[in-house]
């Protein structure tokens, strides 16, 4: 019988507890004795080769909980993009990636990957009918995200599974905003899922790291590029993450709950224009979400009637969310994706992808639902007030 995911949470990875301590204990050593066992380099022990004891327990937990074959854990979720997108492209390849993609993906495609000589061309993640007119005989692989930072729109992820298996082109998916308890990414069909782990899989604020996810062959390929690049996490900081990802159950019940709740009151009020949330009815994404999503997160976006001033105030009045960068936190945190997550993109930039200057986006913790509701109340009727 195979476990359920809070029970792989808590156990995968972890037996035979080491020397029968119930906590993985922190092997904090740069080294480990030749034993003669390693056939490459990448099986040398060796901490920057990713394979001291603390990775390969957390990297087997995260990989059970996704239903993938082999894991690989990083030092931040760009580490974990870069290493997927370089393990499959080449110079002179050409790769599509999704219109509306964080900032910080955004950059490297638009700068970096040109440098090696990969072309992107940007698509419509919705638009199914848009992407053979995109395929050239040099496309390679397919980048998108499962639900959109910031705008929170879904991409038809079914047909961009289907259109990879029918062009011989990698599927990759960012599911950091789901989550593999909320999208089943590799079920559905993608090969590679990556993950910025500093937000919902560690769920604590207080590290960086990232995780790619897949078959052995993927993994492996990933692997190798990042022992080049260096993007290896500390043991310390596989520690704290391993103990961080064991509650991701029970928070992200929360998480879900929080941010339908507040969605569908911000929708409701006066001062609020529009919601940008999956799990909202009048959302247009909202049917695809409902059949591939078991929840929508915690995750948000909305803009005002009083556009960047008012979206200014009411973070100003607000006194549970924290005015922070980042996201997927047992916190609440608020921003201005203008201001932090886009703030690499030039202003035409952002208004071609509809991330305007009053653009606001939460992150909405495990608070009382009450307490966040009352909270947003009172700041939205402030401005009515003015």
Sequence with gaps: MMPHSNTLLIHAGEDPRVDG???MPIFQSAMYLDDGAALTHDDIRYIRLNNTPNHRALAAKLAAVSGAEAALVTASGMAAISAALFSCLRAGDEVLVQADTYGGTHGLVSTELPQFGIDVTRVDGREARSWEAALTP?????????LSNPLMQVADLESVVAFCQAH???SIVDNTFLTPLNFRALA????????????YLNGHSDLVAGVVLGSEARVKAATSILN??????DPHACFLFQRGVKTLGVRMRAHNENGLRVAQFLADHPAVARVNYPGL??????????????GFSGMLSFELAGGVDASCALIERLQLPLHAPSLGGVESLITRPATTSHSELSPPERLALGVTDGLVRVSLGIEDADDLVDDFAQALDSLLER
């Design 21 to 23: 301590a119930v906590s």
């Design 281 to 294: 009815p009048q959302h247009p994404d909202f049917e695809r979400a409902s059949r591939l999503f078991s």
């Design 228 to 233: 080049h690049l260096g993007g290896a996490l």
């Design 188 to 199: 559905l069909g993608f090969e590679i899922e990556v993950h910025s782990a500093t937000k």
């Design 138 to 146: 040099r496309t390679r692989a397919f980048y998108v995200e499962s």
């Design 168 to 170: 011989e082109l990698v």
